[in-house]
Each structure stands twice: as C-alpha cells, then as structure tokens.
Nanobody, 121 residues
Framework: QVDLVESGGGSVQAGASLRLSCAASGRPLSNFVMGWFRQRPGKERELVVAAGKSSSRTYYGVADPGRFIVSRDIAKNTVYLQMNDLKSEDTAVYYC??????????????WGQGTRVSVSS
C-alpha cells in the first residue's frame, strides 16, 4: 500500500508559478514510476508528466516541458511538480499517482486525494 498526499495548489493569476508536492508513505518511491495527472472541468483525467524510477527519465503527457518540471526527492519520499507561467487552461484538480508504469490513468495503482489549481486571466 502506498499513501500519497498532495499539497501546494491554490488560486493564482496567469503567469504565476506554483509548486505541488506529493509525499508518499508506505513504500519507498524509488520502486515506482511517479506522476502527476490533472482533471479539468468536464474532461477526463490526463497525464501531465511522470518521473521514471531513475530520476533522469521523464515522460511528458500534456505538460509543456518549458513550463512544467517534475522532480523526485528519494530521501524525502516526495515528488514535486513545478509549474511556471501558468495559464487559465491549466486550471484543474491535480492528482499525484504511483504505479509500475504511468502512461494513462488506468495504469495508476495509487492516487492522492487531489489538489486544486485555479488560474485566472
């Protein structure tokens, strides 16, 4: 069992930055692919970006690599999502997930409770 707790969401103006955190407990993060998904109003949950078991591997879904950066702190069992130059279309509930692979929401074995990001223009 892996428990994931997100934090760091909020309401910001377009162009601002936010850093989401996901703290894991139960098992070491290094055993899993960790990722961030988002669910925009009326849309399905979609992969934003995932970090492989090796911190050098990153898998981008809908994220703009120039604005979204995922990182892992193995010692703290935490994964982060740095979001820069936020746009109104980034408004969504962001979910942390863990799994053996993460190419889609169906792959996730464990989910966090979600943290809401609201970007106003």
């Amino acid at each position: 069992q892996v428990d994931l707790v997100e934090s760091g969401g909020g309401s910001v103006q377009a162009g601002a930055s936010l850093r989401l955190s996901c703290a894991a407990s139960g098992r070491p993060l290094s055993n899993f692919v960790m990722g961030w998904f988002r669910q925009r109003p009326g849309k399905e949950r979609e992969l934003v970006v995932a970090a492989g078991k090796s911190s050098s591997r990153t898998y981008y879904g809908v994220a703009d690599p120039g604005r979204f950066i995922v990182s892992r702190d193995i010692a703290k069992n935490t994964v982060y999502l740095q979001m820069n130059d936020l746009k109104s279309e980034d408004t969504a509930v962001y979910y942390c997930a863990a799994g053996w692979v993460l190419t889609s929401a169906q792959d996730a074995q464990w989910w966090g409770q979600g943290t809401r990001v609201s970007v106003s223009s």
